[in-house]
C-alpha cells in the first residue's frame, strides 16, 4: 500500500514537472520570436528605404539562412493628403510583418514623406 500511494504521489510531481518544463520551452521561443521579430521589421525597412520611393513595392519573402524559419510581407500604400499639393512629394503607409514557423507574427507600420 505505501509504494502505491509513493508511486502516484511521484506520479503527479512528475506530470507537474512535465507540464512546468513544457511552458517554459513555449515562454522562451516566444521570447526569442519577440526580441528578434522588431529587428528584422527594421532591417527589412532600411532596406525598403534605401529604395527610390517609386521603386517600392510590396511583397514577401524569407531572411535566408541567416535567420531561418523567419518570414516577411511588406505592403506599401501612398496616401493621399489635402496638405501635400506637388506631385513630386509622397506620403506613404508601409507596413511589414515577420512571421515565424510557429505562426508568431509582428506587425510594424511606419508612415514615410518621401520627395523625388
Not at 516577411?72 to 514557423?101: C, F, G, K, M
Amino acid at each position: 500500500m505505501e509504494v502505491l500511494v509513493a508511486l502516484a504521489v511521484l506520479a503527479i510531481a512528475l506530470t507537474s514537472i512535465y507540464r512546468l518544463q513544457g511552458q517554459t520551452f513555449m515562454m522562451s521561443a516566444s521570447a526569442r520570436f519577440y526580441s528578434q521579430a522588431p529587428q528584422l521589421a527594421r532591417l527589412k525597412l532600411s532596406e525598403t528605404e534605401a529604395q527610390k520611393f517609386t521603386d517600392i513595392a510590396g511583397g514577401s519573402g524569407d531572411f535566408g539562412e541567416d535567420h531561418p524559419g523567419y518570414s516577411w510581407s511588406l505592403s506599401v500604400e501612398e496616401l493621399p493628403s489635402d496638405l501635400i499639393t506637388s506631385q513630386q512629394y509622397h506620403l506613404a503607409r508601409i507596413e511589414i510583418t515577420v512571421s515565424d514557423n510557429d505562426e508568431n507574427t509582428y506587425q510594424l507600420r511606419t508612415y514615410r514623406f518621401y520627395a523625388d
